[in-house]
């Protein structure tokens, strides 16, 4: 599968979320913007200032009509804690064999996985990438923006 880029639709895919629910993408696909993003590892420094950011405007992205998606390889347990210890009121899924990250073409560099968030609109296609591995926080700001922008 070639990688994805602006323009393209996102493939359906299924993954279980923090609490073990299966999330298929096509359910929220003509209901939502959706705001993927894919991250390094549950409660590390970054990971953690991206998803409390995330959290933190949640209102903004919901008053954008957006749904926010987080994704890294870790288990649903892990998942689970992380939300829990940070009251993330977002969904996150497991992506224990990083099939969907291949899916989508995120970077890994080395044992370290890439950080990426994609923009979706509500027919599936993608309006905007941001990577970047460093600058957690300015996913939100570039995926807010870019919403906003839709409108």
Same mark, same amino acid.
């Given at each position: 599968?070639?990688?994805?880029?602006?323009?393209?639709?996102?493939?359906?895919?299924?993954?279980?979320? &923090?609490?073990?629910?299966?999330?298929? *993408?096509?359910?929220?696909?003509?209901?939502?913007?959706?705001?993927?993003?894919? !991250?390094?590892?549950?409660?590390?420094? $970054?990971?953690?200032?991206? /998803?409390?950011?995330? %959290?933190?405007?949640?209102?903004?992205?919901?008053?954008? $009509? /957006?749904?926010?998606?987080?994704?890294?390889? &870790?288990?649903?347990?892990?998942?689970?804690? #992380? /939300?829990?210890?940070?009251?993330?009121? #977002? +969904?996150?899924?497991?992506?224990?064999?990083?099939?969907?990250?291949?899916?989508?073409?995120?970077?890994?560099? $080395?044992?370290?996985? $890439?950080? *990426?968030? !994609? *923009?979706?609109?509500?027919?599936?296609? *993608?309006?905007?990438?941001?990577?970047? &591995?460093?600058?957690? +926080?300015?996913?939100?700001?570039?995926?807010?923006?870019?919403? %906003?922008?839709?409108?």
């Amino acid at each position: 599968m070639k990688k994805i880029e602006i323009g393209s639709e996102i493939p359906e895919f299924t993954l279980p979320d &923090q609490d073990g629910k299966e999330f298929h *993408v096509k359910d929220f696909i003509e209901k939502k913007n959706l705001i993927i993003y894919f !991250y390094p590892k549950d409660d590390t420094p $970054g990971c953690t200032k991206e /998803a409390c950011y995330f %959290r933190d405007l949640y209102e903004d992205f919901n008053d954008a $009509g /957006a749904m926010i998606i987080g994704i890294s390889s &870790q288990s649903v347990v892990s998942h689970k804690k #992380f /939300a829990e210890k940070y009251k993330l009121n #977002f +969904t996150l899924l497991s992506d224990e064999n990083s099939k969907i990250r291949k899916m989508f073409g995120v970077p890994s560099f $080395g044992i370290l996985q $890439g950080r *990426v968030t !994609y *923009v979706v609109d509500k027919k599936g296609i *993608v309006n905007y990438i941001f990577n970047s &591995q460093t600058e957690a +926080t300015k996913h939100v700001d570039e995926a807010l923006r870019i919403l %906003r922008e839709m409108k």
